[in-house]
């Protein structure tokens, strides 16, 4: 399976008139599951690199709500690097795929969605360690 088939880039409605754009994103609707978490990251610098884990459970959506961001996505196999670059965008990330937020805009405003609540066991911060897990599962 291509990395490709892993992530999803999603285009949520967009709606505006004179007094400006509205964006709508649901839960279990727009997003691809229920959603327990909201945070955001801002005032990143652009050689700042965020992310650099895997989840064991936790699904994602990444939404360049202000500005503009770069996400890398690792299978353990392949890699895919996607803009984030308009607010009606947003980035699908499954589970145990390894994440790199980078390439900040000074404007940028990176909000996250996920579909569990905080759980530090259940982050991977080792890369050899995400790779070992990956290929593990797949033999």
Known sequence: MSIKDEYKILEFAEH?????????????????????RVFYMYGSDPDIIRGQHANRQSE???????????????NGYETDIIELNK????????????????????????????STHYDASEYIRNYDEFLKEVRNKDE
């Open 60 to 74: 994602f959506v990444l939404i360049n709500v202000g500005g503009t961001s770069k996400v890398k996505v690792d």
């Open 87 to 114: 607010p009606r965008m947003g980035l699908y990330i499954p589970t145990m795929m390894w994440k790199d937020m980078y390439d900040f805009s000074p404007d940028s405003i990176l909000l996250v969605l996920a």
């Open 16 to 36: 505006g008139d004179e007094r400006g754009n509205l964006v709508i994103a649901e839960g279990n609707q727009d997003i691809p599951f229920e959603i327990k």
